[in-house]
């Protein structure tokens, strides 16, 4: 049986076992795929439509490394921002001693010790979020762990939108239409019907009703769908031009558009030097037990989303792994995606 057989059984298994609905995978090297393919079907229901190439995925927390890191790539080529900067400098409501030495890389590498998310329901709005994100206790002493955060990413986006004086989904487009990718924030309602349904989270003042193409994270919702951390919405083809951009780069070529070349690309995927980490600037690195599974290279990258998304890359073996799924539609439990992302990347090691 060949890697892709073996890969397409795991999948074919994991939406019989009703771990996902639907899927798409997009496996490639940096001259272009080397498999695509549609599984399952838009929801569980006997009547829901096919999967497609054109079904456009609630692209999660991969939001964090495509939208908001590879706008700080631009932001910090040309000179709008340092990663040494303080976050101090930018919001009026962070402020405490132990918050002082906060820097913008220590956001993007989750090393500022904000909590992953607030204690009480989500603010309605730009300005509550700041107040609220800059006067909660710190959970450690920045850059003494990782602790993953959404509330950094908000806060990133709000800096991004800041410094350019443009909202955030403006910025993604400026860097990322040139690729021909078409990931987009704020589906148009023309759209909408493409999108693999989702359902929202009990404790999500949407709950009780389906979301198609409508952000599947509360926090995204609050802010008018685009977010620093999630809101992004795609198609795998879409994240596979964004991952060959990326693995030309992490392989050295030089004719790539910027702010995609080798040396900021290296820099923001190198990993965090912070006790424990495997974190890089807005990406994760290689680690065995986690989602890439035991077969990639030290140098790989990637990154994954709640709603059952996930993005790596491997310089070394010069290949990308786009897997969509929209897991968050009645599907099986992180740990259940977990496993099949595990399986799905072993299987596909000798390709």
């Known amino acids: 049986m060949t890697p892709i057989e073996t890969a397409r059984r795991i999948l074919e298994r994991a939406i019989a076992d009703r771990k996902f609905p639907a899927a798409y995978v997009d496996v490639g090297s940096s001259a272009g795929p080397l498999w695509s393919e549609a599984f399952g079907t838009l929801t569980f229901d006997n009547d829901s439509p096919r999967t497609s190439g054109a079904t456009l995925f609630d692209l999660a927390s991969l939001t964090k490394p495509l939208a908001t890191a590879t706008i ?39 090393a500022s010790g904000l909590a992953a998310r ?44 800041d410094v350019s004086g443009a909202p955030l989904p403006d910025l993604f487009d400026r860097v990322v239409i040139p690729l021909d990718a078409g990931t987009r924030f704020n589906l148009p309602p023309e759209l909408r019907p493409l999108a693999a ?28 769908g685009a977010a620093g951390h999630a809101g992004l919405f795609g198609s795998a083809r879409d994240v596979g031009v964004f991952a060959r951009t990326m693995l030309r780069a992490a392989r050295g070529a030089a004719d ?54 996930s993005l790596w890359i491997d310089p070394v073996r010069d290949r990308y792994f786009v897997l969509l799924t929209n897991r968050a539609c009645g599907g099986g439990s992180l740990d259940d995606m977990r496993a099949v992302r595990r399986s799905f990347h072993d299987a596909l090691a000798p390709l």
Request: glycine share 10%; hydrophobic share 35%; aromatic share 8%.
């Open 256 to 309: 790539n558009p910027p702010p995609f070349r080798p040396e900021t690309v290296e820099r923001f995927t190198r990993r965090s030097r912070v006790p424990g980490s495997t974190r890089a600037l807005g990406w994760d690195t290689m680690l065995p037990t986690s989602s890439c599974g035991t077969q990639m290279s030290a140098a790989a990258f990637g990154h994954v989303g709640f709603t059952g998304t």
């Open 72 to 110: 700080f790539m631009e932001l910090t080529r040309t000179g709008r921002v340092g990663l040494d900067d303080p976050v101090s400098r930018f919001f009026a409501d962070w402020r405490s001693v132990d918050r002082e030495r906060v820097t913008i890389g220590d956001l993007l590498e989750h």
């Open 118 to 161: 607030l204690v009480d329901a989500p603010p309605s709005g730009r300005r509550e979020f700041e107040h609220e994100i800059g006067r909660m206790r710190l959970e450690s002493a920045p850059r003494d762990k990782a602790i993953y955060s959404d509330l950094g990413f908000i806060l990133l986006g709000f800096l991004a939108a």
């Open 197 to 224: 349904p989702t359902r929202p989270l009990a404790e999500d003042a949407r709950r009780g009703r389906t979301l198609q193409g409508e952000v599947h994270d509360n926090y995204a919702a609050a802010l008018g």
